[in-house]
């Protein structure tokens, strides 16, 4: 029985780090098993410009503790109004990685989000020129359209398009949660990416409403089916090198969560390594890992894979924190209701 794995440095390829206290109380989380973390722009107001990710930038690493080597990967919010130039200019200066499309409307903070695609048109033409990534908010929002098909539907009436108007463009999936979205990164070619949460990997829609709503397993695309989580963890565990870890670890305060209208997000970064060890070694997949965590989110970013490494031990169950609390702020941190044995020892 393996009892021991020694993987590299995982890197979260998508991330909510916010901004101010939260930012304090939560960078510190990511950076103790992460190396790196593509940030996500959805604060209020947006990081729009190249300046304001610098700005972002800056206080990010000014949150982490000392002596942390966490690289944050910034994003643009990409709008209708994006200036391609400067895009352009921050993806060339290194100040960018990629630029994230929020449908209007779509989830938390989305609200100057991309209403009329053929106005970013010019946008991401461009950005396939230069090789800067989009990263996929995959829903679309049609009110018509239920919660638990907006998905795939996002997939059919807007990405596949987009992506056939569009050569060359590089894109993420981000969050996939259905076996359509597992089959279409699967099938997409080198330009095509696809992360997923650790919650999608645990949890279907029973686990969250059966018995009572559980308000810390709401998230956006919100859980699906049984059998959609076992083809996002069938696409995990293949070894396909597209597919790779983004957390979406989203912290909102335990009062946000546990209300009238509850927040979208769960907060993931404190245990996601021992989580994906549980799901990986359920799986019979331990092997495959290093690939989904550490190996295929760096090659499809064009970025070197880390120097360091993480060692996790399996024992007893560990004790899963209740809250990252920092002054004022407290975050309930994700428990997936099963035992984790898994923990980062070195
Ligand atoms: O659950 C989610 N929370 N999904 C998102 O897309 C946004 C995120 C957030 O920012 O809280
Ligand atoms: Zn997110």
Not at 280 to 289: C, S
Request: charge should be negative; proline fraction near 7%.
């Amino acid at each position: 029985m393996t009892t021991s794995i020694t993987l590299i440095r995982p890197d979260d390829w998508h991330l909510h780090l916010r901004d101010g206290a939260m930012l304090q109380a939560v960078a510190p989380e990511s950076a103790r098993h992460f190396s790196r973390a593509i940030i996500m722009p959805n604060l209020v107001p947006p990081v729009v410009t190249g300046a304001e990710a610098t700005a972002y930038r800056d206080r990010i690493r000014a949150a982490l503790p000392e002596g942390a080597e966490f690289t944050p990967l910034m994003t643009l919010y990409l709008t209708e109004d994006t200036d391609a130039d400067d895009l352009a200019a921050a993806h060339r200066d290194g100040i960018i990685t990629a630029v994230k499309l929020y449908p209007a409307g779509a989830t938390t903070n989305s609200a100057s989000g991309v209403r009329d695609f053929d106005k970013v048109r010019p946008v991401l033409e461009r950005m396939a020129e230069i090789g800067c990534p989009l990263c996929v908010h995959g829903e679309v929002t049609d009110p018509e359209i239920d919660i638990f098909d907006r998905e795939a539907v996002f997939i059919d009436r807007i990405l596949d398009p987009i992506r056939r108007a569009t050569p060359g463009l590089r894109v993420v999936m981000e969050h996939i949660t259905t076996k359509q979205g597992a089959d279409y990164a699967q099938s997409g070619g080198p330009d095509l990416g696809a992360t997923i949460t650790v919650q999608h990997l645990m949890l279907d829609r029973n686990d969250m409403l059966v018995g009572g709503m559980r308000p810390h397993y709401y998230c956006l695309p919100i859980l699906k089916r049984r059998e959609h989580r076992e083809a996002l963890r069938a696409a995990a565990t293949s070894g396909n090198a597209q597919i790779f870890l983004g957390t979406d670890s989203a912290p909102h305060p335990t009062h946000a969560k546990e209300s009238e209208c509850c927040s979208a997000g769960c907060f993931t970064a404190p245990i996601a390594m021992s989580c994906l060890a549980e799901v990986f070694e359920e799986e019979g997949a331990l092997d495959k890992l290093e690939g989904f965590a550490s190996r295929n989110g760096p090659a499809f970013y064009r970025l070197p894979e880390n120097t360091g490494t993480i060692t996790l031990t399996k024992g007893d169950p560990i004790t899963i924190p209740a809250a990252v609390t920092l002054g004022e702020v407290n975050v309930t941190v994700f428990d997936p209701g099963q035992p984790l044995h898994w923990s980062v020892t070195a």
